[in-house]
């Protein structure tokens, strides 16, 4: 069974720069989440997709932040304009929804992070 | 909104010792579910154990256990015969029925001394 995973594993930029992101769920699995964690802290939430729909964004998710996951399955975080508080671990989770009971309590599983360093 | 407070920075336990490491939470809703995740150095954050709030039973994983304790918004993880390989970043998180996010605490890092 493959995990989530996430591309790149570290990305250096200069502020001012863009980045994306790549998450990678578990295949079935309908929902994915984004988490930024700094140094520490505990990851704490971004957004929320199921399946293709954005259906939750944190505060913390200001205009420079974007997520988008097209078809359902892979997800994209860009940052546009970086700035040196935007360095963190980004880290994306993914569960499969439980159709038999009406709760959102689907255990989340956790890829490896993307380390952003910004200069 | 849902908050997760763990008071140990870090713990440090010997091997085939057990160990208790804390975790308080406030939250207003009536529904909800608690975690321990753990996190070993540069590597991804996995599930430990999870609990149901409407459960009274306490969970249990093989060497790994919880106090939970409803009424004082307590959830500890208890960890017995302690391994190498349990050395890590532990997390308590809480997640309620109304919403999607995870709340994390600050960790407790985890020392395992031969």
């Known amino acids: 069974d493959t995990g989530v995973s996430q591309d790149p594993r570290h990305k250096i930029t200069k502020r001012g720069q863009n980045v994306t992101f790549r998450c990678d769920p578990i295949?079935?699995?309908?929902?994915l989440y984004w988490y930024r964690q700094t140094l520490g802290q505990g990851p704490e939430f971004l957004t929320y997709?199921?399946?293709?729909?954005?259906?939750?964004k944190s505060r913390l998710l200001s205009d420079r932040f974007s997520a988008e996951r097209p078809k359902g399955s892979f997800s994209t975080l860009e940052i546009q304009r970086t700035e040196q508080g935007d360095s963190a671990m980004y880290l994306c989770a993914s569960s499969l929804e439980n159709v038999y009971v009406t709760d959102n309590t689907d255990t989340q599983y956790f890829g490896p992070g993307t380390r952003l360093t910004v200069l | 909104a849902q908050t997760v407070t763990q008071s140990q920075p870090e713990m440090s336990v010997q091997e085939a010792e057990t160990v208790t490491l804390s975790c308080t939470y406030d939250t207003s809703e009536s529904d909800y579910y608690l975690f321990w995740y753990k996190q070993p150095p540069s590597r991804q954050m996995i599930l430990v154990i999870r609990?149901?709030?409407?459960?009274?039973q306490n969970a249990t994983e093989n060497r790994f256990s919880v106090n939970f304790q409803k009424a004082a918004k307590s959830f500890s993880l208890k960890i017995s015969d302690s391994q190498l390989g349990d050395a890590a970043m532990y997390f308590c998180?809480?997640?309620?029925?109304?919403?999607?996010?995870?709340?994390f605490g600050k960790g407790t890092s985890l020392l395992v001394t031969p």
């Open positions: 997709f199921q399946n293709e729909a954005q259906l939750e």
């Open positions: 609990q149901e709030a409407y459960k009274q």
């Open positions: 295949s079935e699995h309908n929902r």
């Open positions: 998180a809480s997640h309620s029925n109304s919403g999607y996010a995870l709340n």
